[in-house]
């Protein structure tokens, strides 16, 4: 499909490219501009005070304040208590532990390097994203900091500054957070949502009326298939809302996702509009009003229907995609009330804030295990080159690696080109260069407020970007906070901004280094295997429940869910990396990584349907079936489950056995619904005929993915 980014890859020109990735990325919104200006002002107002009362580590408190600033102040306000609790446990950690190497050189570099394990398996582990920042900001700063040969009591007044610094942050950014909005419960999940559904209605009431669609409904349906729906969904992940919640909204944002990027595709194509495609859209445009008005009020939406019968007219394509797009949406609420009693116990519900999903059996995850010795190794390497230098000016080296990693997790290797150029402008572009055009002219901190504030805005803006562009705005700010606030005065000697931006691109190197090239794989390649891992957990989530207790049962899949969506976001920063890898097998991977991009949606709406067919296997309330198509429909998952492994063992190259089409096990399916109905009943029930709707729509989407791979 001729999605934004494919178009925009496919141009002539790199320079061509360039500029209009920029001119979309770069480009308002709404809202935006509000967000950035909360990020400018708490940020900046934390600097006022640090400079102002002389605290040490501002710089810290600075970049705190733009980390967390969100599009929703509840999400802020809400983290408060947890970054005060994590904020102390750090500090706690590092003034206790210390005391027992301090005196002992060999225990004190075991020591650093353990804190550093630590560190680093927190930031992977950890699926709050504040509590991962004040972590990392505890152990960045600390541990050079009690690496200096100082008296103890120094170093411990030090480490309490240090916390008054980020309370700062908490509090400054929670203030204008507060003052910026009234708080409506949901905000940050169902606000993006009423806002794509209304981007799609608009372009569904242009169709409707047969008239042009105009540049700037097109314009914004593109930025936002560019956008996807990843923060979302980690936004929903990170939040403290019931599992109950957090399990139907992210069927809800994976199928507004999918709907932006039809409607995307649908304004690159040229079709006839008939009066029964006029009328179809005028139905789809009035089901989306009538959803959207559910969600806003937070009401179940009501199921929606269209008429089939009208699909065979159309020449429009992807008209029909889109209804069962829409029809699919008020599923996800189906009967929402009957799983609450199956949802894991409140205490599961805050274990599962600290931890990922599906660690809370096995805390050592691999995964967590190798990015936290791959972190180690890359901040070790960095440590021992300054010191064997006896150079502590480039100990930003550190710092950069532990806050660096914070945008590692999941990241692609485009994100590693935005944190050098970061780095780079931020540093000898903005930072060096006011301080030999600007700073000598200043005379006051009003002066300088005036440039912290622009500059900050300009990073604020690329943060609010994308997440293909975002990470420039924030290792930029970095750059320039290292060299301006780390001591009380307006830095002019270019001695120290020349350590500290060497150290930062020190600590860029070796992370790329150890993440990329050491122990990394090209991005084609991963992405190959995690589309691979996608179809095998999907086969696993096909033959789930495997336990008889429901509630260990609804655990088990909720976890595997989080698993499938968590890896679809990766295929797709994946997807942009392989376009920055060249090479010999250049060709054969951008082949692979159209293939991959054109079954990820089939793949994705497999999943969806999955997640609603799944009450039914599972039998929750107000969905049992009769024990006769029961197990008709165990048999029909099992083949959908064999059908899944089977391609990803063709994939693996591996060759796999004749596998029966999915849609011939449908048609047994339906053979069994049949058979199980009374002599005087000629139709399934309502419930029934929505089952074998949702059972046809999967077996014809697994066939089709099946013939392509």
Known sequence: MATASQTLSQLSSPFTWMREFLRQELAPYPGRAAVVGRMTLAATLVMVIGMTFRIPYTFQGAVYAMMISRESPRATLRSAANIAI????????????????????????????????????????????????????????????????????????????????????????????????????????????????????????????????????????????????????????????????????????????RLIDLAANLTHLSFELSATDQRRFRNLASALATLRDDLKNRRIPAPVQFNNDEQAASVVPLLFEMEQTITLIPQAFADSRSIQEYLPSADDTRQRTLLALGELRSVGNPEHLQFALKGTLAASICYMIYNAMAWPGISTAVTTCLLTALSTVGSSRQKQVLRIIGATVGGFVIGMGSQIFILPYLDSIAGFVVLFAAVTAFCSWFMTSSPRLSYFGIQAALAFYLINLSEFKMQTSLTVARDRVIGILLGLFVMWLVFDQIWGAPAAVEMRRTFMSNLRLLAQLVREPLSKDKRTAVAQSIALGETINSNFDKIRALADAVLLEFGPSREQDIALRNRIRRWQPDLRMLFITRVVLWKYRVRLPGFQLPEAIQSAQVEFDNNLATALDGMADRLNGNESHQIEHVTNACAQLEQAVQDSLPKQQLQPTPQIQSFLFLSRRIATLADCLTKEI
């Open 86 to 257: 994590v904020t102390a446990i750090g500090a706690a950690y590092l003034l206790i532990s210390v005391q027992f190497v301090i005196n002992v050189p060999e225990f004190h570099f075991l020591w650093i390097i353990s804190s550093l394990f630590l560190a680093f398996y927190v930031i992977s582990a950890v699926t709050n994203y504040t509590s991962a920042v004040v972590f990392a900001i505890m152990m960045s700063v600390g541990i050079p900091l009690w690496d200096q040969h100082v008296p103890a009591e120094i170093n411990v007044e030090a480490t309490l500054w240090l916390c008054l610094a980020v309370a700062i942050g908490v509090v400054i950014t929670g203030a204008v957070e507060l003052a910026s909005v009234k708080l409506r419960p949901g905000d940050e999940v169902v606000l993006p949502i009423l806002e794509r559904m209304a981007a799609v209605e608009g372009l569904f009431t242009c169709y409707a009326r047969a008239c042009a669609v105009d540049l700037g409904t097109q314009k914004h349906l593109m930025r936002l298939d560019a956008l996807g729906t990843s923060l979302l969904r980690r936004t929903l992940r990170r939040s403290e809302y019931s599992a109950e919640y957090s399990v139907e909204m992210g069927g809800v944002v994976v199928l507004v996702g």
